[in-house]
T-cell receptor, first 111, second 114 residues
Framework: AQSVTQPDIHITVSEGASLELRCNYS??????LFWYVQSPGQGLQLLLK??????LVQGIKGFEAEFKRSQSSFNLRKPSVHWSDAAEYFC?????????FGAGTTVTVRA | DVKVTQSSRYLVKRTGEKVFLECVQD?????MFWYRQDPGLGLRLIYF???????EKGDIPEGYSVSREKKERFSLILESASTNQTSMYLC?????????????FGPGTRLTVL
């Protein structure tokens, strides 16, 4: 069975500081991994995805994620956070048509 | 741009009512999905459909049914709404293909059952 753990429920970061969101997955085969963002009152938007190849993946809005098979992790990073990055972030692992989502990490950005 | 639309942003229903949530996508996607989103639980898959008239149960199908009569439309039905079905409902769609393709999400319907 596939599953995702996002250990941090809530993170507060200062504007301009770096951000790292953790994601650990469980999946028997080669995972398909995704990060989505949900701004208040909005649906989910895809930030980036990993299927194979280079383990460092670049996404939209200046985000990147690194796949580490040995650690079963797919952590999301941004070097310098903007106030508009305040949102909820979801990691997901895919298999057999389906995605399994983590519980989400809420990011608060302080001025 | 892919567009996934949901019939209502907010819905308030009474216990025991039959509730229909509608979802339409305009990109000719084969797969469509219904999730519910609850704080601390993330998104949980209720049902998905990989073709017209085809459906598969997700992780939490109890109390729900679905209908897909046309490729672009996927309906979620609560036969007899209960208060524990108060939640945010998200619809998504994707191409089938050979990979697990990204899913495109609608804005969600926040359902309150009184």
């Amino acid at each position: 069975a596939q599953s995702v753990t996002q250990p941090d429920i809530h993170i507060t970061v200062s504007e301009g500081a770096s951000l790292e969101l953790r994601c650990n997955y469980s999946y028997g085969a080669t995972p398909y991994l995704f990060w989505y963002v949900q701004s208040p009152g909005q649906g989910l938007q895809l930030l980036l995805k990993y299927f194979s190849g280079d383990t460092l993946v670049q996404g939209i809005k200046g985000f990147e994620a690194e796949f580490k098979r040995s650690q079963s992790s797919f952590n999301l990073r941004k070097p310098s956070v903007h106030w508009s990055d305040a949102a909820e972030y979801f990691c997901a692992v895919g298999g057999d048509y389906k995605l399994s989502f983590g519980a989400g990490t809420t990011v608060t950005v302080r001025a | 741009d892919v567009k996934v639309t949901q019939s209502s942003r907010y819905l308030v229903k009474r216990t025991g009512e039959k509730v229909f949530l509608e979802c339409v996508q305009d990109m000719d996607h084969e797969n469509m999905f219904w999730y519910r989103q609850d704080p601390g639980l993330g998104l949980r898959l209720i049902y998905f459909s990989y073709d017209v008239k085809m459906k598969e149960k997700g992780d939490i199908p109890e109390g729900y049914s679905v209908s897909r009569e046309k490729k672009e439309r996927f309906s979620l039905i609560l036969e007899s709404a209960s208060t524990n079905q108060t939640s945010m409902y998200l619809c998504a769609s994707s191409f089938r293909g050979t990979l697990i393709n990204e899913q495109f999400f609608g804005p969600g319907t926040r359902l309150t059952v009184l």
